[in-house]
């Protein structure tokens, strides 16, 4: 059995294999994985918002999507990967509450930033499973970099990235 490290709302986990990282109930909060292959070790932030406001993020850099993805890849590179082995896959970032006034959802909002950033950093986005109206639990497997994907709502369905 291998071990599941739970990540709540604005944590951060960097782990290796065997180990794998879990987060529950992302509803518009989205999960930003990055991987290093080669070394068989990974991150996990379950964000909550795009961005900081004008108090940053403090000490809960993962909060904030815009926080979040440089505090991963400074956590991996301590722990001996390179930011050129880099990848990253999505999960969550659903519209949970409904949109009278026409703007983007938080939701809409994560998955953007998250999407600019990971291209301006040049990291790869190799999969995701985002947007939709449900919320999602993910489960990251560091001895392989896959994300096996629970769907919320009663419908058991597993989907792997």
């Not at 794998?20 to 991150?43: D, F, I, N, Q, W």
């Not at 996990?44 to 815009?66: M, S, Y």
């Not at 709502?153 to 792997?160: P, S, T, V």
């Amino acid at each position: 059995m291998n071990p599941k490290l739970r990540v709540g709302i604005a944590e951060i986990r960097i782990a290796g294999a065997p180990e794998r990282l879990v987060s529950y109930g992302l509803g518009s909060c989205l999960g930003v994985m990055l991987y290093a292959p080669e070394l068989c070790c990974g991150g996990l932030a379950h964000t909550l918002l795009p961005e900081p406001g004008q108090k940053g993020a403090g000490n809960r850099p993962g909060k904030f999507v815009r926080t979040a993805i440089p505090a991963l890849i400074a956590g991996l590179e301590q722990f001996g990967a390179e930011r050129r082995q880099l990848v990253a896959k999505l999960c969550g970032g659903a519209h949970m509450f409904q949109n009278l006034n026409g703007r983007m959802t938080i939701g809409e909002r994560n998955i953007r930033v998250a999407r600019m950033l990971l291209e301006e950093l040049r990291i790869p986005l190799l999969a995701e499973d985002v947007g939709g109206c449900q919320g999602r639990t993910c489960e990251f497997r560091l001895e392989d970099g896959k994300v096996l994907v629970r769907l919320a709502r009663g419908r058991d369905k597993l989907r792997e990235l």
